[in-house]
Antibody, heavy 119, light 112 residues
């Protein structure tokens, strides 16, 4: 079955960067685009961006341009999101979610990775 | 960007009842292919987020028939008939018509 296994919780200092991973299994990794989503109590769910694992092509929410960088490693079927210049406002749970291009539904989600930015 | 408004932050329901969750979009989610790019998701503690409905009214594989999506244009509803205890969760709508894709604020279903 389709599974997206995300990396664990991170506690990081302001001004630093963090790289989250999302390992896909149960399907052909390059067949489906991968989304990244931010969840906070105050802002709810926010779409960060999407990457085509086959081509590496990306599309970002303008709000997260310069903050998030999406990449993939096809050899390990893993998607990555690097968050840079972290501030406390970046503290959140981050999800990866597979997109079914035929219906534009996010049909499989990772379990989420908590990022806490604190000195 | 398109704003999705889920008016109710919380809804209280008893098992066996029917409940409706609404999602209003700031512009029509109808594309030229005749489909609405509106989907619904369920978040339960300790479980991965689950897609329930896409194109406003089509259930994803394995979703029980008590989950019914309806609506068109800018007004959409997720109805749950004969609510079960396992339906107590957070529900979100999502539009994938126009980037940046946006979510509704969420509706928490709680037991009376």
């Amino acid at each position: 079955q389709v599974q997206l296994q995300q990396s664990g919780a991170e506690l990081v200092k302001p001004g630093t960067s963090v790289k989250l991973s999302c390992k896909a299994s149960g399907y052909t990794f390059t067949s489906n685009h991968m989304n990244w989503i931010k969840q906070t109590t105050g802002q709810g769910l926010e779409w960060i961006g999407i990457i085509n694992p086959g081509s590496g092509g990306t599309s970002y929410n303008v709000k997260f341009k310069g903050k998030a960088t999406l990449t993939v490693d096809k050899s390990s079927s893993t998607a990555f999101m690097q968050l840079s210049s972290l501030t406390p406002e970046d503290s959140a749970v981050y999800y990866c979610a597979r997109l079914l291009q035929s219906s534009y539904v996010m049909d499989a989600w990772g379990q989420g990775a908590s990022v806490t930015v604190s000195s | 960007q398109i704003t999705l408004t889920q008016q109710a932050e919380s809804l209280w329901v008893s098992p066996g009842e029917k409940v409706s969750i609404t999602c209003r979009a700031s512009q029509s989610l109808l594309y030229t292919d005749g489909k609405h790019y509106l989907s619904w998701y369920q978040q339960r503690p300790g479980q991965t987020t689950k897609a329930l409905i896409y194109h406003a009214s089509i259930r994803t594989d394995g979703v029980p028939t008590r989950f019914i999506g309806s609506g068109s244009g800018t007004e959409f509803t997720l109805s749950i008939e004969d609510v079960q205890p396992e339906d107590i969760a957070l529900y979100y709508c999502l539009q994938t018509l126009k980037k940046p894709w946006t979510f509704g604020g969420g509706t928490k279903l709680e037991l009376k």
